[in-house]
T-cell receptor, first 114, second 115 residues
């Protein structure tokens, strides 16, 4: 049972336009969400996070939106740059469970075309 | 420089030959974890450790062992590797503040092939 779903395996966007990566989750106990970015031959790196008490968090060109009623979050990248081409993983955690176990989605490969 | 270091980065081995993938972090993090990444399956957690001498199973622990004798080290042991353990492995660490989620720092990955 996949608790964190990224239904789009890949996404292509023109440079300068907006990239929107989506993520859905099923576990209502999740209360903290993160996005990680991964380049080939490197480990994932943290990008941005959001707590369930918020519905938006912004960091430069990156904004994460959380819709708790729909159990949906999205990552917006504006404007998209070729260096943003990578695999993006959505992850969720329920720290109230007394442990720290991130559940990851399968990833979305973003290609930004110059 | 803050980092998570894994070794080896690449390894080809044969079925049944015990191997260990080492992981070390220099950030004094309490929490450490192992993940494997497979095509179409994303990142799946194998084992994690909340602190020294405290380890627990993740989603896919079968065929793996871990130990946490020191805070900085968290080796992954494959006692009898099989071809289905061919994968890309990532070690990660985080500061654990008892209920709050910390950012996970990942190593560069270890690509393991079992023939």
């Amino acid at each position: 049972d996949q608790q964190v779903k990224q239904n789009s395996p890949s996404l292509s966007v023109q440079e300068g336009r907006i990239s929107i990566l989506n993520c859905d989750y099923t576990n209502s106990m999740f209360d903290y969400f993160l996005w990680y970015k991964k380049y080939p031959a490197e480990g994932p790196t943290f990008l941005i996070s959001i707590s369930s008490i918020k519905d938006k968090n912004e960091d430069g060109r990156f904004t994460v939106f959380l819709n708790k009623s729909a159990k949906h979050l999205s990552l917006h990248i504006v404007p998209s740059q070729p260096g943003d081409s990578a695999v993006y993983f959505c992850a969720a955690n329920s720290p109230g469970a007394g442990s720290y176990q991130l559940t990851f989605g399968k990833g979305t490969k973003l290609s930004v075309i110059p | 420089e803050a980092q998570v270091t894994q070794n080896p980065r690449y390894l080809i081995t044969v079925t049944g030959k015990k191997l260990t993938v080492t992981c070390s972090q220099n950030m004094n993090h309490e929490y450490m974890s192992w993940y494997r990444q497979d095509p179409g399956l994303g990142l799946r957690q194998i084992y994690y450790s909340m602190n020294v001498e405290v380890t627990d199973k993740g989603d896919v622990p079968e065929g793996y062992k871990v130990s946490r004798k020191e805070k900085r080290n968290f080796p992954l042991i494959l006692e009898s590797p099989s071809p289905n353990q061919t994968s890309l492995y990532f070690c990660a660490s985080s500061r654990w503040v008892g209920g709050a989620s910390g950012e996970l720092f990942f190593g560069e990955g270890s690509r393991l092939t079992v023939l």
